[in-house]
């Protein structure tokens, strides 16, 4: 049968759509045209639309799936010359929101972190929030802010690889960009979060985080608040993390490391191979009232923590993220902390359908193979 000579013959593999930052590829945008078939929230205002029965919260974006990358396999990694967190490519971004230089002017090199919004924001940054209830259609205004942390002047360089001086000025930085946002009163929750490699969804190898603020406070962090109010509501009437603290110490198996002032953890419940949690030996509600005494200390065991993961599991794709008060009510009780959760296995069906999670290393493992005890291969089986 005669085959059209635009359609591939056997053998012959397309050559693979490579898109700019700035300016995406046509045939993506057609792609996602053809997929999609409707443009119902194309040019519009994102909206966060709530679940019939949960709490649970999607949020729509036309422009996320403008970014390079979207529905498909990013690059292990990005070139350098197409890198829009390289120094001297600032004008790729848009302007930048803060930026720690050593000199330089705004928008140009100089700088050793930059945080820039997102070029393909997930969330608009402008407009009011209304909240829009039609029967049982519930809906908000998809209004907040979606920017990027530029860890680095070092396009091939890792977290886990910068100077703990550096790390300390990336977690400046993050406190920094929350305590801005958490003052607009539309704020009510400021996510910072870490994608680093493909499967952790990084689209961009350059090293960087990323920070969303939300209108609405999200559903974990509502289920983490209860399970803080609740053990209050019990004899003990302490706070629940400074409980696990104490008593993960007690026990002592799931400890992975620790300094003066934070402790590194496998969680009893890990979700996830290698999940582990960074927290507070004492308590602190909220992530911005960090002491700039203590960043130093926290960046100290977050490169110990990474480069462990890095050295024993062979630079595993993770995310992590910060979980503290929500910024309308940091008066509230909750004990902030930084969760990791490596990529090693996938979800599917039953994580999907349950909420459960499967997860193959109990988290007793995981913290005696981070501590040097156990060799992943000696592990039994
Ligand atoms: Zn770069
Ligand atoms: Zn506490
Ligand atoms: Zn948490």
Aim: aromatic letters at 8%; one cysteine or more.
């Amino acid at each position: 049968m005669k085959t059209k000579s635009s359609a591939p013959g056997p053998g012959k593999v397309p050559p693979p759509i490579t898109l700019s930052y700035t300016r995406p590829h046509a045939g993506c945008r057609r792609a996602i045209l053809n997929s999609t078939k409707c443009g119902y929230l194309r040019g519009t205002m994102p909206e966060i639309r709530k679940d019939y029965a949960t709490d649970t919260w999607v949020l729509f974006s036309a422009a996320r799936s403008r970014r390079p990358g979207a529905f498909r396999n990013a690059k292990s990694s990005t070139p350098k010359e197409e890198c829009p967190f390289c120094v001297g490519h600032e004008s790729m971004t848009p302007p930048e929101v803060l930026a720690y230089r050593e000199g330089g002017s705004r928008d140009g090199p100089g700088w050793r972190i930059r945080c820039v919004p997102n070029l393909f924001p997930a969330i608009a940054s402008t407009g009011e929030v209304h909240h829009h209830a039609e029967g049982l259609f519930v809906r908000v205004d998809g209004v907040g802010a979606h920017e990027i942390i530029v860890e680095t002047p070092e396009h091939d360089a890792r977290l886990a690889s910068l100077a703990e001086t550096q790390i300390a000025e990336v977690l400046r930085s993050y406190r920094d960009r929350y305590r801005a946002l958490a003052a607009d009163p539309r704020i009510k929750y400021v996510l910072v979060f870490k994608n680093h490699g493909e499967r952790a969804g990084a689209s961009l190898s350059h090293p960087h985080s990323q920070l969303i603020a939300t209108p609405i406070v999200p559903l974990r962090i509502l289920d983490e608040l209860e399970g803080v109010r609740t053990h209050r509501a019990t004899a003990a009437a302490s706070c629940l993390y400074c409980d696990v603290v104490a008593s993960e110490r007690k026990a002592g198996q799931r400890l992975v490391a620790e300094n003066e002032r934070f402790i590194a953890l496998a969680p009893y419940a890990a979700r996830f191979p290698f999940e582990t949690w960074i927290l507070p030996k004492d308590h602190a509600g909220a992530f911005d009232s960090i002491r700039d005494s203590d960043r130093g200390l926290l960046a100290q065991l977050l490169k110990d923590i990474l480069g462990r993961l890095d050295r024993i599991l062979d630079d595993p794709s993770f995310n992590y993220y910060i979980h503290t008060a929500p910024s309308d009510n940091n008066q509230a009780p909750f004990h902030w902390h930084l969760e990791i959760t490596p990529h090693l296995t996938e979800t599917a069906g039953f994580e999907r359908g349950s909420g459960f999670y499967i997860n193959p290393v109990v988290p007793e493992d995981a913290a005696a193979i981070l501590r040097g005890e156990v060799r992943w291969s000696d592990r039994a089986h």
